[in-house]
């Protein structure tokens, strides 16, 4: 545990990509297994279950601080474990620290109850900074500037491999990873996943770059729609089936409907929709799907999960990424044939012959509630995992703008806190303005400082850590869509807002009404 | 009559209205007390000033010998006599233990005392006169680290973090930020406190200060100025002092590999010196942490607290838990820490909150 504290450390505060590794991989040949294992599950992402949860953390330390001076503190640290690891008491007390695998044992092993007595018996010997990654451990919080991708990076310059390899075995591997540590290591083969149910990376599109046409040869390229819905994969084999999100975590129990239907071995991506009768239905009506972990029937019937596939990872059990797509498409058709569901569609592809043509269907596209915008991807990519370049674009629908008036701000987390920088904006119903949502990202860290420093400057209230400030700061608001919503007292929900531009010259009164938002829902027939 | 009837917190600073003058004022004024050197408590174009004969030292070094039309020096524990002969206030100076001629000013007026704090803290330095308690009526404090989760670690303990950091990165320039007046000096001579004693390098910024330190009698070692450096690349694996704001800038890409750190209270936050992109954060104050903020005013034993700048929120609340009155003057322009630098980033925008 105290390497492993000293080791995230040393990453937080070192903001070289190229130290970090040294440091990473300097720490995994020196820690034996399974402790350095379970270091990269923390560090990846790939914990499965929290040893605690926040709310008994925070129970544990209301019971040693003053509820008001935790709130506080908080609200100014803006983060839950760097709070407590600086409040909690200091204990005259000491005690070797075990091992991070042992540690982690006990913690799985424990009850609830058994849970809280080790969290204060470890907290109360550790440092601020133990306690810290000790928190972040349990909580699975863990950030310390490394992602996913740059960790499986690190993996293979370690083990002398292709970064590829570590994707494709990823998903199939548990923590604390000690087969991929002993291939790595050359102590044995590289691990078979052939059968395994597992999550397979997946290949993703660059944003069509602004101002930068496309040269359009209709033989190179194939345009589908941009589906709003989630990304998800289906992976069938003889040992099962399962539905993956876009981050490879297992949503299948969410979604039986969908997987009843399919029982045709293979791994296929496409887009989770609400599917009725042939009809696609809102992002907002998948947000009701998404939001049960356990559906009741009547939600499944009211709104059945739909799969709108558009490519082949494997068929039957044979990997297919290294065919061009063309010849992706036409095995994905088969392998529809033999499914036969009218919740499970084929992403049709679109006929643009001219550049004119295509601006056309871009331009219809957008103005349709049910997709994002366009695809296009060339005919002869291969299924490349991660972001490979000039292969795949997605040409988003043109944002919907509103001007509208700053009415709260709150205080960001991690590396905002302390800058308020969260923004809740209203528009006008007669002379009052409506909340109609939230931002927190389209600036600039320039224009973080300055409405920061407008904030502070103009607060005229305060609801906990919320700010209420003076109505005169207007934005223009970017969102990809707006719907009409029960749940908000203006009665519209805004899809993804976020700051187009701050108009500091605008004067209040002259940002949008209500009625201008209303009028850019699109009906949806 | 009340304490708060003859001292008031107006615009530009805490004004005592039986002596017609401020205390720390933030424009030009008549007649001003200074507490300490620091920019945002001493300004320049004041008509009369009193303050410590090192802060008058001070306020010549910044702002030119001619920074007020009439000074007047005033020693630690020498009374001296305001406002009218037959209804005086009678004001003394107390150190303060922040920063060099750093004082408390305790105020009598009608039989009442006051004492005005400024900014002060209780860890020992050697580079001023330690803080000393004076029995009051009513107390004055600053909060600018007043939230339970500040706790300063004692300076050796940090500078040996830096030590360390040399050793292990001996072909690195360790660019460290401190605020050039007060923190800087005290690093130095932690520093050599610890036995470090190659020549520390210093921006332009800080030279005139330590030089005026050493003319008060402080032994700073070898200092070097960077900018006399002809090859920068013998600075690898050496010390270099810089006010924060310089850690970013244009100025630091001369030196070699650079490893930067900053010394601030603010250190203790893992945002704020992931903000500054600083890998070595040390944790080094010359304000109060919150244990010492309570310890302080539990030993003043003040009928009354009266809280100007910082965190007075979570202050008032604790000293109505403890049952002491207290209440927030809410002044404006101290920016707790920053010094000269104006980082607002790192001062929390100021006590005006």
């Known amino acids: 545990m105290k390497s492993f504290s000293e080791l995230l450390q040393q990453l937080y505060f070192t903001s070289s990509n190229n130290e970090k590794s040294c440091l990473l991989r300097d720490y995994l040949a020196r820690t034996p297994d399974p402790d350095r294992g379970w270091t990269i599950a923390a560090l990846a992402g790939t914990l499965t279950f929290d040893f605690f949860k926040r709310q008994a953390i925070k129970t544990l330390m209301l019971e040693r601080v003053d509820a008001d001076l935790f709130a506080m503190s908080y609200d100014y640290v803006g983060e839950m474990s760097e709070t407590v690891a600086h409040l909690w008491p200091d204990s005259s007390e000491t005690l070797e620290l075990p091992s991070l695998s042992a540690l982690i044992e006990q913690f799985q092993q424990a009850n609830r109850e058994q849970v809280k007595e080790l969290l204060v018996k470890y907290l109360s010997v550790m440092t601020p900074e133990q306690r810290w990654s000790l928190l972040k451990l349990g909580t699975r919080g863990l950030r310390v500037g490394l992602s996913t991708r740059s960790v499986k990076r690190i993996l293979a310059d370690y083990g002398n491999v292709e970064v590829s390899e570590i994707e494709t075995l990823w998903h199939a591997l548990a923590p604390p990873y000690t087969e991929l540590f002993d291939w790595l290591e050359g102590r044995s083969e590289k691990p078979d996943i052939r059968d395994a149910v597992t999550y397979h990376p997946v290949m993703l599109a660059h944003p069509l770059p602004e101002n930068n046409p496309m040269p359009l040869a209709k033989e190179e390229w194939q345009v589908e729609y941009k589906y709003d819905g989630i990304r998800v994969q289906l992976v069938i084999t003889e040992k099962g089936k399962a539905l993956f999100s876009r981050t490879g975590d297992d949503i299948s129990a969410a979604f039986p409907d969908l997987l009843a239907k399919i029982d045709e071995p293979g791994v296929i991506d496409g887009e989770l929709l609400i599917i009725n009768n042939g009809t ?174 407008w904030v502070r400057r103009n607060g005229i209230g305060r609801f906990g850590p919320v700010r209420e400030v003076k109505k005169e700061l207007v934005v223009e608001v970017a969102f990809d869509a707006i719907h009409p919503s029960k749940r908000h007292k203006s009665g519209v929900a805004l899809r993804f807002p976020r700051f187009h531009r701050i108009r500091w010259d605008k004067p209040a009164s002259e940002a949008d009404t209500l009625d201008n938002a209303l009028s850019l829902i699109v009906s949806h027939t | 009559m009340q304490a708060e009837d003859w001292l008031q917190p107006r615009e530009h600073g805490l004004y005592c209205l039986p002596a017609d003058c401020y205390i720390d004022p933030t424009t030009p004024v008549q007649c001003a007390l200074i507490t300490h050197g620091h920019a945002d408590h001493a300004i320049g174009g004041h008509k009369q000033v009193i303050a410590t004969s090192p802060t008058l030292a001070i306020m010549r070094t910044r702002y030119g010998d001619d920074m007020a039309a009439q000074t007047q020096t005033l020693d630690y524990d020498q009374p001296y006599q305001l406002g009218f002969d037959d209804d005086p206030v009678t004001c003394t100076f107390f150190p303060a233990g922040h920063i060099l001629g750093s004082a408390q000013i305790l105020l009598e007026y009608r039989g009442k005392r006051v004492v005005v704090s400024g900014d002060y803290k209780r860890q020992s330095d050697p580079t001023c006169q330690p803080f000393s308690p004076v029995p009051c009526d009513v107390f004055i404090t600053e909060a600018t680290f007043a939230l339970p989760v500040f706790k300063h670690p004692p300076i050796a303990e940090e500078c040996q973090k830096l030590l360390q950091s040399l050793q292990l990165f001996e072909d690195r320039c360790h660019l460290v930020g401190v605020y050039a007046l007060g923190k800087c000096q005290r690093i130095i001579l932690a520093l050599r406190e610890l036995g470090y004693a190659k020549p520390i390098y210093l921006h332009g910024a800080q030279l005139k200060l330590c030089e005026l330190y050493r003319n008060h009698g402080l032994d700073l070692g070898e200092l070097t100025d960077v900018s006399a450096v002809t090859h920068k690349a013998s600075l690898a694996g050496e010390i270099v002092l810089a006010p924060p704001s310089a850690l970013n800038s244009r100025w630091s890409r001369s030196l070699p590999k650079v490893r930067k ?85 790192i001062t929390e925008g100021a006590g005006g909150l």
Request: net charge negative; charged share 25%; aromatic share 8%.
């Open chain 2, 261 to 345: 750190a900053m010394a601030s209270g603010w250190m203790q936050i893992r945002a704020r010196a992931h903000q500054r992109q600083v890998e070595l954060p040390l944790v080094v104050s010359d304000h109060c942490d919150w244990q010492a903020l309570l310890e302080t005013i539990a030993e003043v034993n003040a009928d009354e607290v009266w809280v100007t700048h910082g965190r007075e929120d979570a202050l008032l609340h604790q000293l109505k838990l403890s049952g002491i009155k207290a209440r927030a003057l809410s002044l404006v322009g101290y920016d707790g820490e920053s010094d000269d630098t104006s980082d607002e980033e």
């Open chain 1, 280 to 453: 696609i239905d809102t992002f907002n009506a998948l947000q009701q799907r998404l939001n049960r972990k356990k559906p009741g029937k009547k939600l499944m019937k009211e709104l059945p999960a739909g799969f709108m596939v558009y490519d082949i990872l494997v068929n039957g059990d044979c990997p297919v990424t290294a065919l061009p797509l063309s010849e992706r498409r036409q095995l994905l058709a088969n392998w529809l044939d033999k499914v036969r569901s009218d919740t499970v569609i084929m992403s049709p592809v679109i006929n643009a012959n001219t550049l004119v043509e295509l601006h056309a269907i871009y331009t219809e596209a957008s103005a349709d509630p049910g997709v994002e915008g366009l695809m296009l991807k060339r005919q002869d990519s291969a299924y490349q995992p991660g972001r490979p370049a000039g292969q795949w674009y997605k040409w988003k629908r043109q944002a919907k703008h509103l001007d509208a008036v700053i009415m709260y701000a709150q205080r960001g987390h991690g590396k905002r806190s302390s800058f308020y920088s969260d923004f809740t904006f209203g528009v006008w119903q007669g002379d009052k303005l409506l909340p109609i949502g939230k931002a927190y990202s389209g600036f600039t860290d320039e224009e973080l400082k300055k409405l920061d420093n």
